[in-house]
């Protein structure tokens, strides 16, 4: 019987998921589920890509009941260890992946403000997989975790104590990206992995994050996942007075927080779409705009993180967008043709098999300690 770890990452509508062997990490199956909530489908490759309509309802109750039914069909004696998922914010306490229990799950509930585009839906997959796999040990990892050791320089709000002391600082996301893209440098540019590395996250999420020796020093992301880069829907940083200003002409907090997550950014520039590949290939004026205010704001803030790190010795691009558009890291890279030279890279990341391998290390320490509730 060969043991498996799940790798889950929960999005609003969707379920993405990716199983490997305990072993070797190997790939057995991947696939996702979406339209939860209206209508769902189920595509999954084993070993083929096959994709087929799922019933209505469930929500990621329902998705992951399809994932763990599909499983148990097609069964190669399997042993499903261990659930991973993916928690977009673990706030101060969680700096490591951890095991879930009713603390932990309670604790995560709490940051749900925080993170309500995702939070909610990643503790909605671990309610599930708690109830549907009991005999699997549930771990979270946190895209907040990989920041957590950066100096108070790069966390702190200039606000008051009191309002400070209430955990309102900054935190960065994307962390279990870059402690992907952090490893693979190391094992692919070794001569550039003790060095100061902008690394860019660019996808329909977006941010970025200075590194020096593969820890994380500043990044563009803040409290929550709307500061920083523009994104796909998100509108990044703007000024605070901006939210003020629209309370005061009579939006309540969830209108504002709908137009700052869902119609900004991309689609709020262009008024077209949030699709960079779309943008690109567009004749219209506005499409090219948003273009080219992305490719701006890129550029400035990797050069707010050069600052911070005294240089740049390269830039590593990653994400849908920076994997895939080359004329967006042209343009990026040319910006900051002022700057005295530095290379760029591109490597692929791999949210669901860091997860694994963090999942993998933690089920190898539990087994030589005992871990207390809500061990992180």
């Known amino acids: 019987m060969s043991d498996t770890i799940l790798a889950l990452n929960a999005g609003s509508s969707s379920l993405k998921f990716k199983a490997f062997a305990l072993d070797d990490l190997s790939v057995v199956l991947s696939g996702k589920v979406t339209g939860i909530g ?68 309670a604790a995560l509930e709490e940051l749900v403000p925080l993170a309500p585009l995702h939070q909610q839906h990643n503790i909605d997959a ?30 702190t709000f200039a606000l008051p104590g009191r309002i400070r002391d209430q955990g309102i600082r900054r935190y960065g996301f994307h962390g279990i990206s870059y402690e992907w893209l952090s490893r693979q440098l190391r094992i692919q540019r070794p001569d550039l992995a003790d060095g100061r590395i902008v690394m860019a996250h660019l996808g329909n999420g977006a941010s970025l994050c200075a590194m020096v020796g593969g820890k994380s020093v500043e990044t563009s992301m803040g409290m929550t996942a709307l500061d920083g880069l523009p994104m796909g829907t998100r509108c990044g940083a ?14 309540g907090p969830e209108e504002i927080e709908s137009i700052l997550y869902n119609e900004s950014g991309l689609k709020g520039l262009s008024g077209l779409t949030n699709d960079m590949a ?99």
Not at 76 to 101: K, M, N, Q, Y
Not at 137 to 142: E, L, M, N, P, S
Not at 238 to 251: A, F, K, N, Q, Y
Not at 326 to 336: E, P
């Open 238 to 251: 703007i000024d605070p007075g901006v939210v003020t200003e629209l309370g005061r002409r009579g939006m």
């Open 38 to 105: 209206s209508n769902p489908r189920f595509k999954v490759t084993y070993p083929d890509e096959r994709s087929f309509p799922m019933s209505q309802g469930g929500g990621h109750h329902g998705a992951l009941t399809a994932v763990l039914e599909f499983i148990d069909r097609h069964d190669d004696d399997w042993h499903l260890r261990a659930i991973v998922h993916r928690v977009v914010h673990g706030g101060s306490r969680f700096r490591t992946p951890a095991i879930v229990d009713d603390a932990c799950l």
């Open 278 to 376: 779309a943008l690109l290939a567009s004749d219209a004026p506005m499409a090219r705009f948003a273009v080219d205010f992305f490719v701006m704001k890129v550029a400035q803030f990797t050069a707010q993180l050069t600052v911070a790190m005294g240089g740049l010795d390269a830039i590593v691009f990653s994400g849908g967008i920076g994997e895939n558009a080359a004329a967006i890291r042209n343009d990026v890279t040319a910006r900051l043709g002022f700057l005295p030279p530095f290379e760029t890279l591109v490597i692929p990341t791999d949210e669901e098999r860091m997860m694994a391998i963090d999942a993998r290390d933690l089920l190898t320490e539990i087994t030589t300690r005992s871990p207390g509730p809500c061990a992180a």
């Open 126 to 155: 671990i309610i599930a997989s708690r109830a549907l796999a009991p005999g699997a040990v549930d771990i979270a990892c946190f895209d907040t975790a990989f920041h957590s050791g950066q100096d108070p320089l790069f966390t």
